[in-house]
């Protein structure tokens, strides 16, 4: 049985999904988005992150007790960290939720995606027990993409058309971070891109904030935005008119 390395558990989500989310951070990602709220998911493993180790049925277990207040829109999100960088796991996990009925969603960055085997058969595979992906454009220019991110985002972008070939339902989160996504040219090709897709169910514009500061100090990381203020309710406005939110 396929074992995962978990961050933390959120028990009553809801802003990671459609209705109340049991939301599974896991652990380890292997981008460095400088906005990031999540810096202690980074590294892989569980020695000194702070994380566990757990199979795939134990943690379906545990989420299980909780699908009572889910509802009819509610179930089971996996965040992170990154879940495409354990995907044997989320395999496993996934297909033993959908036989119990439950709704899944990943969130994820895309990082991972390849069209080579033997990572594409497996999430192909993946998608199969998936109903829904929360995935980020973090900047649609790649040379910006990687100043922001420490990576290009060609297979990233690669991943949205696969989801869309395959009709898979999306939902497109867009974090504005003033100085660097929040540009309106960058804002109108990005429109562009997502007009070339006919799965968004819905864009989501996340404004950038610095409420992680703490943590990054915590953990002794360099918090390279500290001095970027959040977006202006105009800006706001402007990304979501541009994007469509």
Not at 224 to 244: F, H, W, Y
């Amino acid at each position: 049985m396929a074992t995962g390395y978990i961050n933390k558990l959120e028990t009553f989500g809801s802003v990671d999904g459609p209705g109340v989310r049991f939301v599974i951070f896991v652990q380890g990602c292997p981008m460095r988005c400088q906005f990031c709220h999540n810096p202690e998911t980074w590294k892989f493993g569980s020695e000194g992150t702070g994380a566990f180790k757990i199979s795939a049925g134990e943690l379906l277990k545990k989420a299980l007790r909780y699908q009572s207040y889910w509802g009819k829109d509610g179930g089971i999100t996996v965040s992170g960290g990154e879940p495409l960088a354990q995907i044997d796991f989320m395999v496993e996990f996934f297909e033993l939720a959908k036989a119990a009925g439950v709704h899944t969603c990943i969130d994820t960055s895309g990082v991972n995606f390849v069209r080579n085997e033997p990572y594409f058969g497996k999430f192909e595979r993946l998608m199969k027990s998936t109903d829904l992906l929360l995935v980020d454009i973090k900047n649609i220019d790649p040379t910006e993409h990687k100043k922001l991110t420490g990576h290009s985002n060609e297979n990233i972008l690669d991943m949205f058309r696969y989801l869309d070939e395959i009709g898979k339902p999306i939902w497109i989160r867009h974090v504005l971070v003033p100085g660097m996504s929040d540009n309106d040219e960058l804002l109108e090709r990005t429109r562009a891109f997502i007009d070339t897709l006919h799965n968004v169910e819905k864009v989501e514009v996340l404004p950038y904030h610095a409420l992680a500061l703490a943590k990054y100090q915590q953990l002794g990381i360099d918090y390279a935005l500290k001095d970027v203020k959040s977006p202006s309710p105009e800006r706001i406005a402007n990304a979501k008119r541009i994007l469509g939110a």
